[in-house]
């Protein structure tokens, strides 16, 4: 087996908390009767760490449009209790409890590579039951840029002990896929229901679910594109 780590992103591919995350900014702009952001610039954000200075800003755009009067308070403890109700409803995406039990069975290294902050992602895993599958979790933050910059790849791979060449991320967005491939993993991209118009092109393959993969496709998968030394666009 070329495979020796499969690394997750985590919202989105692991667990679909964008939708929630998504909703509850629809639910909060609709209660103050204001037009709601476009799926397209929320879409723009997705991968991008909560620092980044190009991470859209739901709260800042609610004042714009309904004035400084608006008390954002009251409305993160809206849109929090919104989207806490939504995720309540979330379970892990499947194929990924299958990949990882095949990954654990043929040795491979598993990694979670993510911008979010590792609170959020502990939180999930822990009430999903999955904290202790992944022992290795890469975040940004403390110094650590957020996708697309490709760090928290690089420190995913050398927390695992391998060489990025045989390493395969899963990713969802294309800031995402821009940080794998920039560490050099083959990626594959998961087209999801909320980023359905992305461009998920500079990825080496694009699925529409992960129920239908396993790991010996993908270790196939990365293979074939070390041989080839290229990345490329394909689906599966």
């Known amino acids: 087996?070329?495979?020796?780590?499969?690394?997750?992103?985590f919202d989105g591919v692991v667990v679909d908390t964008e939708t929630p995350l998504w909703r509850s900014w629809v639910h909060v702009f609709d209660a103050f009767g204001a037009?709601?952001?476009?799926?397209?610039?929320?879409?723009?954000?997705?991968?991008r760490s909560d620092a980044d200075p190009l991470l859209l800003d739901p709260a800042r755009r609610l004042r714009e449009v309904v004035g400084e009067g608006v008390d954002l308070d009251q409305v993160q403890v809206m849109r929090r209790a919104e989207r806490d109700r939504l995720l309540d409803q979330v379970g892990v995406t499947p194929g990924v409890e299958r990949l990882l039990d095949e990954a654990a069975?043929?040795?491979?290294?598993?990694?979670?590579?993510?911008?979010?902050?590792?609170?959020?992602?502990?939180?999930?895993?822990?009430?999903?039951g999955l904290l202790d599958r992944f022992p290795v979790i890469s975040c940004a933050g403390q110094g650590v840029p957020g996708k697309p910059d490709p760090t928290v790849y690089l420190r995913a791979c050398a927390a695992l002990g391998v060489d990025a060449p045989?390493?395969?991320?899963?990713?969802?967005?294309?800031?995402?896929?821009?940080?794998a491939k920039a560490a050099g993993l083959t990626?594959?991209?998961?087209?999801?229901?909320?980023?359905?118009?992305?461009?998920?092109?500079q990825a080496d393959?694009?699925?529409?679910?992960?129920?239908?993969?396993t790991l010996t496709w993908l270790d196939a998968e990365c293979a074939d594109i070390a041989e080839a030394g290229r990345g490329g666009v394909g689906s599966g």
Do not use: K, N, Y
């Open 1 to 9: 087996m070329v495979l020796r780590a499969l690394i997750f992103d």
């Open 205 to 213: 393959r694009v699925v529409t679910e992960l129920d239908q993969v």
């Open 105 to 128: 069975g043929a040795g491979v290294a598993v990694a979670i590579a993510s911008s979010s902050p590792r609170t959020w992602i502990d939180q999930h895993l822990a009430s999903r």
């Open 166 to 179: 045989t390493a395969l991320a899963i990713e969802d967005s294309p800031h995402g896929i821009a940080a």
């Open 187 to 201: 990626c594959v991209a998961l087209r999801t229901v909320l980023g359905s118009e992305l461009d998920l092109s």
């Open 35 to 47: 037009t709601p952001l476009t799926l397209e610039e929320w879409c723009e954000s997705l991968g």
